[in-house]
């Protein structure tokens, strides 16, 4: 008997596994494909399979290593890496700001509606998402086109005499991004907003707190944490966001996601289009630390 | 040639059908351009050979380069494109065909095994399979609209002078998508060689790029086929298979859209499409018994008549028909063959040059 409890206090207990797995699985699909970018980029292009250099060798005994620190010197070169970041960004903020102010009161209406209401419109919010992303931004060509619905409607009413260019530039990739991130905003929105306390806001009514004043000191500082996740749920993707403006932006659409596809397709380049990931990951760290910080707290019940 | 949405689909489609089929001797992977083969090659082939064929297609040569380079693609035929087949041979893709094996390799056309040779030195490793010029698809009665009876439709005076494109704008002109292909007719129109890789000559391409730039639609390889067809565009520089497509598709949807193709008299571009085998290939065997059938007179001709791309192989010709065979948009006559060029393999910092010029013609950045 005190074999089997010494043999059983050594293995690991029933909670480190359930807790391992999650890490296990960071590890295998996080982790480790991240050190491969950071591995190529650090490695020359070449005419092999696959097209780059070794970083590290094991000959004879001897351990080689070798950090190429070519790749990112040449994105500080060109003004374009720079140009494609801020045109990401600029793109994710405006698209996240965008979902906010849309997104905010559909997920006030949908908590303060009733109960059984509730998951009729929280259905309607996600259906969409379960059709493939690839179709629903082919649609929204259809709709946005020259001879599309939207611009074959305008004219229709006798708004409009020639069509609007509204596909291929960023005004399409904004419309694009808006439509199939909104989701992500309202989801954690909803989730936050529907537990608030409605005794709150009556007694601030009661105190004399007008509907607007209680809005802003009540409602939006406790929705902070919903706000937070929503935004960073839409502004991390975005950033690296490459189908839909490839499908329904112009060529002044400079994004980081489309410069990198063609590094890596165009250029043959591997090694330069990880490091240009490598930095992109870099600039993401923030938010996505901002994000877990959040998370946690949002797990220990404190609003 | 990238476009992204069927990029991806074929990508994720192939995958799956390549992890799901087991080696089998007699089990063929072949892993071809879509739209380029007649409907009935594939049945007859196993009918008369016995090989099962597991077919499946790309749409950019970016797409098969980046399975290939990563290796253990899982198929035993691939169809690069010349200037591809050659780095993909030096970066040790492919295997060396077994001649033996392929007594129809009489059939080929000589002079253009010959002109291949610098992509693929002593044609040692892979068959031509269809080829094609890049040229003007225009809408006939529009252009003419724009630009009277005597406009410049077999010159790429019609896009590359600002005041004839101008004039085009309003009903639409597009461009391939593709620098390695489109940048070489800019070189060529303006005198220098078409693969030229000097920085001076490809600033003077890029400056008559960005001229003509604000009277250009978009830049895009696949989406004119299209427009072309339904009207939303005019001129659509593009492959020559994909525009004679697009003229089809008027044509049965039967919507007054007049279309017609030409090789520019300067001179254009042509792209060869190769058949090899991955030096990886699970059935080598199989994939010399299907090279051998596909260069069969009557197959090739076939396959010529459905997808309206001229052949690599001299023996066919006289099976294609005769609407095809006497068409100079798809078989061109000696003084326009003279005239049409080849792309080269490309050194990695001229190809890096070259899509950093078209990036600036594109955005302005």
Partial sequence: MNIIRSISRRMPKGRHLVIGVPFLWLFLFFMLPFFIVLKISFAEADVAIPPYTDVYTWVENKFTLVLNLGNYIFLSEDALYLAAYLGSLKMAAVSTLLCLVIGFPMAYAIARADKDKQMVLLLLIMMPTWTAILIRVYAWMGILSNNGLLNGFLMWLGLINEPLQILNTNLAVYIGIVYSYLPFMILPLFANLVKHDQSLLEAAADLGSSTYNSFWKITVPLAKNGIIAGCMLVFIPVVGEFVIPELLGGPETLMIGKVLWQEFFNNRDWPVASALAVVMLAILIVPIILFNRNQAKEMEGRP | ?365
Wanted: proline letters at 5%; a negative charge; glycine letters at 6%.
């Fill in chain 2, 1 to 365: 040639m990238n476009t992204f949405g069927k990029t991806l689909l074929a990508l994720s489609l192939a995958g799956a059908v390549v992890s799901a089929a087991h080696a089998d001797d007699k089990v063929l992977h072949v892993y071809n351009w879509s739209d380029y083969i007649a409907e009935d090659t594939l049945d007859n082939f196993q009918k008369e050979t016995g090989i099962k064929v597991v077919y499946d297609v790309f749409d950019s040569n970016e797409t098969l380069e980046a399975k290939l380079l990563a290796g253990s693609s899982g198929y035993d035929i691939v169809v690069p494109s010349n200037p591809f087949l050659a780095k993909q041979i030096k970066a040790g893709v492919f295997q060396k065909l077994d001649k033996s094996k392929l007594p129809n390799w009489e059939n080929l056309d000589k002079s253009l095994l010959k002109a291949l040779d610098p992509s693929d030195p002593g044609n040692q490793y892979s068959i031509p399979y269809m080829w094609g010029t890049i040229g003007i698809g225009y809408n006939v009665d529009k252009v003419k609209a724009a630009l009277g009876e005597d406009a410049p439709v077999n010159s790429w005076d019609l896009v590359f002078k600002p005041e004839n494109i101008a004039k085009l704008k309003d009903c639409g002109v597009s461009f391939l998508d593709s620098p390695t292909e489109i940048l070489p007719a800019a070189l060529n129109y303006l005198g220098f060689k078409s693969d030229s890789t000097n920085a001076a000559e490809l600033k003077k391409a890029e400056e008559l790029f960005l001229s003509i730039r604000s009277s250009t639609s978009y830049f895009h390889s696949s989406k004119y086929i299209g427009d072309l067809a339904n009207g939303n565009i005019c001129v659509a520089i593009g492959y020559s298979g994909d525009l004679y497509q697009s003229k089809s598709r008027a044509e049965e949807a039967k919507n007054g859209v007049n279309i017609s193709y030409s090789i520019p008299k300067e001179g254009a571009g042509s792209f060869f499409d190769m058949m090899a085998i991955p030096a990886d290939a699970k059935n080598v065997e199989a994939a010399h018994v299907f090279l051998n059938y596909l260069m069969k007179p009557d197959v090739m001709a076939n396959i010529t008549n459905f997808v309206q791309f001229p052949n690599g192989n001299a023996a066919a010709t006289p099976l294609v028909d005769e609407v095809l065979r006497n068409d100079p948009g798809i078989y061109p006559d000696a003084a326009t063959m003279a005239k049409i060029y080849t792309f080269p393999d490309l050194p990695a910092n001229a190809q890096r040059a070259m899509n950093r010029s078209w990036t600036k013609i594109k955005s302005g950045k």
